[in-house]
T-cell receptor
Framework: QKEVEQDPGPLSVPEGAIVSLNCTYS??????FMWYRQYSRKGPELLMY????GNKEDGRFTAQVDKSSKYISLFIRDSQPSDSATYLC?????????????FGAGTRLTVKP | EAQVTQNPRYLITVTGKKLTVTCSQN?????MSWYRQDPGLGLRQIYY???????DKGDVPEGYKVSRKEKRNFPLILESPSPNQTSLYFC??????????????FGQGTRLTVV
């Protein structure tokens, strides 16, 4: 069983829809949770960062962490065609920058105009 | 502009022919690492470096070497490439280890094909 599971999609939604992206994990020691966005032919870029359980909001993006269920989510409100990308979840036991970060396989999202 | 630069972007090579993928960052970051990205497997860490002359193995180090002689450069060396090393490679850097909120900057990627 992979430590981090993420549905690869692809996921296709119309512009303006609310998008929900999810990851589950098996290691209860994970404390730091991240979402990266990766455009085609580009490197990943950090989108959201949360520590432990709870919600974090940044503009149209909301990250949720439920440690009791070992489940994290990224919500995108009022989705735009520019949100079309692959979204990677990542998590680590220690602060990012150590060598224990684990990535999901990524969910490919297309937002159609 | 703050960036991580990898070269080359694309490379096709033959089995056994030594190659080096260069990585350079202009942000004075202490921490640098290499990942490979394969379909269905996500990003997996190959090697990382906490600072100059300090390197260590990640999750999938077999068949790779690295060096960190200067803070800005972290080349990835494949001494004898094999077809199972065909992958998309990313170099990443972070300001320093252990600081909450430190953002990892990724390079543009190097698509390597070994035939």
């Amino acid at each position: 069983q992979k430590e981090v599971e993420q549905d690869p999609g692809p996921l296709s939604v119309p512009e303006g829809a609310i998008v929900s992206l999810n990851c589950t994990y098996s290691n209860s020691a994970f404390q730091y949770f991240m979402w990266y966005r990766q455009y085609s032919r580009k490197g990943p870029e950090l989108l959201m960062y949360t520590y432990s359980s709870g919600n974090k909001e940044d503009g149209r993006f909301t990250a949720q962490v439920d440690k009791s269920s070992k489940y994290i989510s990224l919500f995108i409100r009022d989705s735009q065609p520019s949100d079309s990308a692959t979204y990677l979840c990542a998590m680590s036991i220690r602060p990012p920058g150590n060598n224990d970060m684990r990535f999901g396989a990524g969910t490919r999202l297309t937002v159609k105009p | 502009e703050a960036q991580v630069t990898q070269n080359p972007r694309y490379l096709i090579t033959v089995t056994g022919k030594k190659l080096t993928v260069t990585c350079s960052q202009n942000m004075n970051h202490e921490y640098m690492s290499w990942y490979r990205q394969d379909p269905g497997l996500g990003l997996r860490q190959i090697y990382y470096s906490m600072n100059v002359e300090v390197t260590d193995k990640g999750d999938v180090p077999e068949g790779y070497k690295v060096s960190r002689k200067e803070k800005r450069n972290f080349p990835l060396i494949l001494e004898s490439p094999s077809p199972n090393q065909t992958s998309l490679y990313f170099c990443a850097s972070s300001l320093r280890v252990g600081v909450v909120g430190t953002e990892a900057f990724f390079g543009q990627g190097t698509r390597l094909t070994v035939v």
